[in-house]
């Protein structure tokens, strides 16, 4: 019998990146197909957007995805559901035409030089992307009500590229989709510039902001290695200061990560390092641990032993101290 199939970000996400609109950001698991990922070309706010063609061309995949016809970029996928196919009415929305998953991924200008950064490659071709004037497309998502809240409250706008803390209108972002009523936000940051707006925002009652950083690292020395700049220190100052700020509201709201890069930062003495640093001096509450991606596609997922016990040895410290933990995307699969 025929299975059915359905991702909601394939139906309801847009990923903004700095030459075209995409589903998603992901595509971990088909890398050779990440670039059709796509649906339009869009540089900025002199190309007008057809949002008919956007939806039709979602509506289509939708439809395909549905119908057991899984697009190459999604192979493998952990965001892939599968669900009755005796229900076809089942998930009918995923053909409604809005918005409710944004990724900001429109500029890859960055404070540091990490060894494993999703925009290596456009760093290597096209050198530092500042990005274009966003705000016309926000204003005009959010006017149309394209991006709708009202459809589903708990839509969400992630930054996804590039360190965001350093963009000049980070703080504007944030504020012009707090006004139309936006409570999700994730950011994903280097910790390396502290930012008010971050901490003040933590504070809010009425906002949930999901904040990573990833360490990497235990010492100075690593860290180095992993982001080829000389930021500890900072970078431990804003994790202790986004710690306290989210510890009088959510403390899960801050999110500390060691992705294990093999030859690199293996081992169990800097993990006891990172461990310690972040839950007894940072007041981390919440740990992630993944694996590098470059690497692990290289493997093609072939993990070694050792490197799934340093991950069920992070997961069984946290565990112990019932600190919160989760694998991320690459250690997620794996299924430890
Ligand atoms: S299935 Fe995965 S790759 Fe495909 S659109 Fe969904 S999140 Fe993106």
Request: aromatic share 12%; glycine share 4%; with cysteine.
């Amino acid at each position: 019998m025929k299975k059915m199939y359905r991702c909601r970000y394939l139906a309801h996400g847009l990923y903004i990146h700095y030459d075209c609109f995409r589903h998603c950001h992901l595509s971990i698991h088909s890398p050779n197909e990440r670039n059709n990922n796509y649906i339009i070309p869009y540089k900025g706010p002199k190309d007008k957007v057809d949002w008919t063609k956007v939806f039709e061309i979602k509506n289509q995949l939708v439809e395909n995805m549905r119908n057991g016809d899984i697009p190459p970029f999604c192979k493998g996928c952990h965001w892939i559901e599968e669900f009755d196919e005796n229900s076809p009415e089942q998930f009918q929305s995923d053909f409604d035409n809005y918005i409710d998953m944004i990724w900001i991924g429109h500029s890859n200008e960055c404070n540091a030089n990490c060894i494993y950064c999703f925009s290596y490659q456009e760093i290597l071709e096209h050198r530092t992307i500042k990005g274009y004037d966003i705000f016309p497309l926000f204003k005009e998502l959010l006017d149309k009500k394209i991006y709708n809240l009202e459809k589903e409250p708990n839509a969400h706008v992630s930054f996804a590229m590039g360190e965001p803390t350093i963009l000049k209108n980070f703080d504007d972002i944030i504020n012009l989709f707090a006004k139309y009523g936006n409570r999700h936000f994730a950011l994903y940051t280097n910790g390396i510039k502290t930012s008010k707006m971050v901490l003040q925002v933590l504070k809010m009652e009425n906002i949930d902001i999901r904040i990573v950083i990833s360490l990497d690292a235990g010492s100075r020395e690593v860290f180095k290695k992993v982001k080829k700049v000389d930021k500890f220190k900072d970078t431990c100052k804003t994790i202790k200061e986004y710690a306290g700020a989210a510890k009088e509201s959510r403390p899960n709201a801050l999110g500390v990560k060691y992705i294990i890069i093999p030859n690199v930062n293996d081992t169990k003495e800097e993990i006891d390092k990172w461990y310690d640093l972040c839950t007894k001096e940072l007041g981390v509450k919440y740990l992630i641990a993944d694996i590098e991606e470059k690497w692990f596609v290289r493997q093609s997922g072939e993990v070694p032993e050792y490197v799934k016990d340093l991950l069920r040895y992070i997961r069984n410290r946290c565990e112990q101290d019932n600190i919160a933990f989760e694998f991320y995307d690459r250690a997620l699969v794996l299924n430890l």
